[in-house]
Each structure stands twice: as C-alpha cells, then as structure tokens.
C-alpha cells in the first residue's frame, strides 16, 4: 500500500508530497527509509569487577530518516516554481504527516536533494529529504478522549491507551461552584497531581486546564502552577488499560484527553 506524505509548517499549512488527485509528484513514489532506532544506555565498567554495569533505564534516541520521492512538472519554470515551494515549506517544517495512517512525526529538517533525470530539461528528478525525527515516534492526529460528571466522592474513569509507549494527558475540568482541593492519580501506580485552589470554580475561573505535556496549570488566563502540592506532579497514561482516579472536594464535569503514540 502507499503511503500519502505531507509536510506540516509551524503555522500549520501543508504541503501535500504525494496525492493521486496531482501528477506533480508522482503517485505511489513517495518511501520513507528504513525502520532505525538507536538505544541509550548509561554503561559504566568498574575495574574491581569483571564486565559492565547498566546504570539507569534505557531510552531511545531521537532518529534520522530519508524520505524519497519523484517530481516531475511539463515545463522547467512549472518544475522550479514547485521546487520554491517546497524548499519554502522545509524552512518552517515542524511535522512530517502520515496521511494515509493519520499520524504525524515531530522533525527536523536536515537537507534536499533533487537527482534530476537524463533529457528531462531539467523538470523530472529523483527527490531526497534527511529528517531528525526529534521524537522517536509517530502520534496519531486525532486524540482520544474520556469525559464524565464527577461527584463529592472517589470517581474512576478507564482509560485505554491502546499506543506503545506511556502518554502525558491533557485534563479540562470544568466547575460551577468552589473545588478547593482536587487529586487525580493512576489506581495502579498511584503516581498523580493534587491541586489546592480557593479560585478555582468561582465566577470567572470555571475551568482548569492541565496540560501534563507542556506541564502547566491554567485556570482563566492565569498560571497556577503554585496551586499543586509538593510531592504530586505532571503524569503519563500507562500503556494498555488503566483506571484514572479522580477526588473532587465539589460536583464538577472533566474531560480527559491523549494522543496515542507508536515507534514505526
């Protein structure tokens, strides 16, 4: 099967590699490089003992990857107009989107090759662009979501990251009246954030934003980062089920979102 590429800038315009609604490029022309990850290990040899010692966890490497395509235009300034956009685009690229599996590869961009073609006038080439995937994974574009109407009580929402790797969730929780003082952790690891805060549901400040990717606390227009209690913190959703624990000191309704992620 081939796969659509586009090219994401940071103002959120794309440019399409591939389509079969354009003959420029080609159709079914456009490959990405081989699967390559790169593992970091801490690997410490110690003199008094025989071998090596693996100090702390493992992690994959931010990777380069090749995506090869053809261009191919009826005319040399037709070609050269096409080429400008596109450089234009690999100037402010910031995704390389899978359009075909609708997932999208933070970048960037490395360098452009154009390999033009013998007696084509110099408008028919053999195209190369170099990428630093600076996270080793793909996201799916279209986040999942959980949401309820939570009570003065325990509520446990299920979650299903259905991703290879953990995700850092956005939580919207909406109140119509005080919430002083609100925990949300994982039931399994316990691991989660407390927000004390006289603010939050009253008149104006309905809704509190965290963004445990970016790790900050909105509430209105302000930062509330001072509101979370020290020892509790920003979290990931674990891969696979999990049940997301959530204790409100008032009725309130919370929307639960997350991007699932993969390595290839």
């Known amino acids: ?50 071998g ?18 053809q261009r191919a235009s009826t005319s040399e300034s037709t070609y050269k107009a096409d080429e400008n956009e596109l ?3 690999l100037l402010d690229a910031k995704y390389l989107i899978d359009t075909t599996n609708n997932r999208r590869a933070l970048i960037s961009v490395i360098d452009y090759n154009a390999d033009f073609d013998k007696g084509s006038y110099n408008h028919s080439s053999d195209n190369e662009i170099s990428f630093r995937f600076l996270e080793p994974f793909w996201r799916n574009l279209d986040s999942e979501t959980e949401e309820d109407t939570l009570s003065i009580d325990i509520n446990t929402i299920a979650i299903v990251n259905n991703g290879f790797i953990k995700v850092p969730p956005v939580i ?20 989660g954030i407390e927000i ?18 970016q790790g900050t606390i909105q509430l209105g227009n302000l930062d509330r980062i001072n509101s979370v209690l020290d020892g509790t913190g920003f ?3 674990p891969i696979g089920a999990s049940d997301l624990i959530i204790v409100p000191t008032e009725v309130c309704d919370i929307l639960v979102s997350w991007y699932e992620r993969f390595y290839v």
């Open 87 to 89: 450089i234009k685009f």
């Open 196 to 213: 004390n805060d006289d603010l939050f549901g009253t008149t104006g400040y309905e809704t509190l934003v965290i963004d445990c990717e």
């Open 52 to 69: 090596a010692v693996q100090l702390g966890k493992r992690r994959v490497e931010s990777k380069e990857e090749v995506l090869n395509f």
């Open 235 to 237: 979290f990931d959703l």
């Open 172 to 191: 919207i929780v909406t109140a119509a009246s005080a919430v002083t003082q609100m925990q949300i952790y994982i039931d399994e690891t316990k691991i």
């Open 1 to 50: 099967m081939s796969i659509d590429y586009s090219i994401e800038d940071i103002n959120g315009n794309r440019l399409i590699l591939n389509d079969s609604s354009i003959t420029n490029p080609m159709k079914g022309s456009t490959t990405l490089g081989s699967n390559n990850l790169k593992f970091e290990n801490r690997i410490v040899e110690n003199s008094a003992l025989p």
